[in-house]
């Protein structure tokens, strides 16, 4: 007996819910943005004054610059004006050239110190922390680079060698290699004791495997906060190392350098150190809100709205 098929009206009143569309819109990546700067707005101007530092030092020669070493003496000492944005220092050269310039220093010392330390501080750390009988020596001789302060470490290598931006690149960077590889030894060890390491002991993994699979991707977070103020600390080592004349070469524009020269005329002609200390501040300011954001999104239960 066929059976009629009939389709059922819904009753009267109820209202019969729309279909879903097969492919739901994505969301527009400009939304995303502007929701990241609403949420983290420190750390949105950190990375845009970062940015901006950063196209500075990239497209200095196009910034209406001219040669930084350039001597003119007979325009020596020169006023902020239209010719010369910035000034002169004493021995005519143009000022906002130098500073210009100077951004590339800074920003290659600071960038290279925190990968290098970030990779060995990294290596040593896993090794460290995974090896019970390698934790013993290698954490003791951390503890005795650690009680050195960086800046006097930097200094010590920095007389053993010739002043050079690969050298005081060297020396930052064996400075901060310690507290990279704490930090990450530290993480290591209170990964180990968690269940699914034990799970994965258990299941017969081998320790490299475990390091690369389990180990490594949890270090990468804090580590990656830790790389930030590493290159802010970097650039304030490096200025240190120019100021005091154990850094790059004089020759060099970098802000240690324009700041070391221009302080013997620091009540006569102030604008000689000041600009190139704002820019110095205005960095590392903007990498430590960087950091900061980092480190919220990164690790939520240390955000500052909890």
């Known amino acids: 007996m ?26 527009k990546p400009l939304k995303g943005f502007w929701g990241v700067v609403r949420r983290r707005p420190a750390a949105a101007l950190g990375g845009a004054i970062l940015l901006a530092m950063i196209a500075v030092a990239a497209f200095a020669p196009l910034l209406g610059t001219v040669d930084p070493g350039e001597l003119a003496p007979s325009r020596r000492l020169r006023p902020p004006s239209a010719d010369f944005w910035f ?9 906002y050239s130098r500073v210009v310039y100077g951004a590339q220093v800074s920003l ?26 390698i934790d013993g020596v290698v954490m003791r001789l951390i503890d005795g680079m650690m009680s050195i302060p960086p800046i006097l470490l930097a200094v010590a290598l920095m007389a053993l ?5 690969q050298n005081v690149v060297i020396a930052i ?8 590889a704490r930090l990450v030894r530290g993480v290591v ?21 475990l390091v690369i699979r389990h180990i490594l991707p949890n270090t990468l977070a804090p580590m990656t906060v830790q790389a930030t103020y590493i290159c802010a600390s970097a650039m304030i080592v490096e200025a240190i190392l120019s100021f005091i004349g154990a850094g790059v070469p004089p020759i060099t524009p970098s802000w240690g350098n324009i700041m070391a ?23 590392v300011l903007a990498v430590n ?11 939520p239960r240390m955000a500052k709205s909890l």
């Open 173 to 180: 960077t064996l400075a901060e290699i310690p507290r990279v």
């Open 189 to 209: 060890l209170s990964l180990r004791e968690q269940p699914y390491i034990d799970a994965a002991i258990a299941a017969g993994t081998s320790t490299p495997m």
């Open 108 to 133: 290659v010392v600071g960038f290279s110190v925190a990968v290098l330390a970030s990779v060995f501080g990294l290596a040593i750390g896993l090794v460290s922390g995974t090896v019970r009988w």
């Open 2 to 27: 066929a059976v009629e098929a009939r389709t059922l009206a819904p009753p009267p009143g109820l209202k019969v819910a729309e279909e879903l569309p097969d492919v739901i819109p994505a969301r």
């Open 261 to 283: 020269e221009g302080r013997a005329l620091w009540q006569v002609k102030p604008t000689i150190v000041f600009f190139p200390a704002i820019f110095l501040s205005l960095t």
């Open 289 to 299: 809100l960087l950091g900061d954001g980092l480190r919220d999104a990164l690790d």
């Open 161 to 165: 060698t010739r002043g050079s931006l």
């Open 87 to 95: 000034g002169t220092d004493m021995l005519g050269r143009d000022l």
